[in-house]
């Protein structure tokens, strides 16, 4: 499908538009931003990375069952996705305590939960994208109740799929944001993406940071592990 016009430019990759109005195309870009855009980076490898693992990891929750945005990898960088409105929520689950839920609370960081977590901020660079709960979502008709539901019974899914994708890498899945959008059938699907941007990633043995905290800390080796990330995907999973 043919890539026509900009839609959006985002921190981490653009979305044009194709011929056809139920389909869209996503360009990954090797910036990368934290704490609002007010950090920035990048490294040459980081767009075609993250299309590479969101694919991977959007094809492997299919065969669990879970209804993506997923179509095709088009390049490298380039995805073909179904066009879906977004829920401007990010959903955040949580397994093991780190990053925000440990500086709101002063919890030490790496308690393991009995029970995953889960969250709401409302997606508004504006605002800096504020932590919301459901029944304020519900006010502001950014969802309605059923939706929020639908959200948090496939957020939890997921969470159970991915755990064990990840495991399978020798890689504990801490927390990591998702986000919802509604296809032309009134859908609710997974969108945007599931990579070492959106997500905390340890080494199941070491605990060694394997995400963009080691971006957003200054820790190092930002880009040798988004490959071992990549590289471990495709050792545990072939080229899919
Ligand atoms: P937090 O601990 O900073 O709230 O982040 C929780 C998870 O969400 C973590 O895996 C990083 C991810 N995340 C995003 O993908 N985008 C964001 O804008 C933020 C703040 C967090
Ligand atoms: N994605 C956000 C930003 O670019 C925050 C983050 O991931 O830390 O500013």
């Known amino acids: 499908m043919k890539k026509l016009n900009l839609l959006y430019t985002g921190k981490a990759k653009k979305v044009y538009a194709t011929e056809d109005p139920n389909y869209c195309i996503f360009e990954y870009k090797d910036d990368a931003t934290a704490f609002n855009g007010q950090k920035v980076g990048f490294f040459d490898g980081k767009g075609m990375i993250n299309n590479k693992v969101a694919n991977a990891i959007f094809k492997l929750l299919e065969n669990d069952g879970i209804k993506t945005h997923f179509v ?26 780190a990053g925000s839920f440990c500086k709101r609370y002063g919890a030490k960081e790496g ?93 199941a043995e070491t605990n060694k940071k394997l995400d963009k905290d080691r971006f957003r800390f200054d820790m190092g080796e930002f880009s040798d592990v988004y490959f071992e990330v990549w590289n471990r995907l495709k050792e545990c999973y072939g080229e899919i």
């Open 72 to 97: 095709e990898e088009l390049s490298e960088r380039e995805s073909l996705v179904k066009k879906v409105d977004i829920i401007p929520l990010e959903v955040i689950i949580r397994n093991i305590s």
């Open 111 to 203: 308690i393991v939960f009995d029970k995953p977590t889960v969250e709401f901020s409302y997606k508004n660079d504006e605002l800096g994208d504020p932590l919301i709960n459901s029944y304020h979502a519900v006010a502001l008709g950014i969802a309605d109740r059923n939706d929020i539901d639908q959200i948090v019974k496939s957020a939890f899914a997921i969470n159970d799929s991915l755990k064990k994708i990840f495991i399978k890498m020798d890689i504990k899945l801490v927390d990591f944001k998702l986000e919802f959008g509604k296809d032309s059938g009134g859908n609710i699907v997974l969108a945007d993406e599931i990579s070492p941007d959106t997500c905390r990633l340890w080494d």
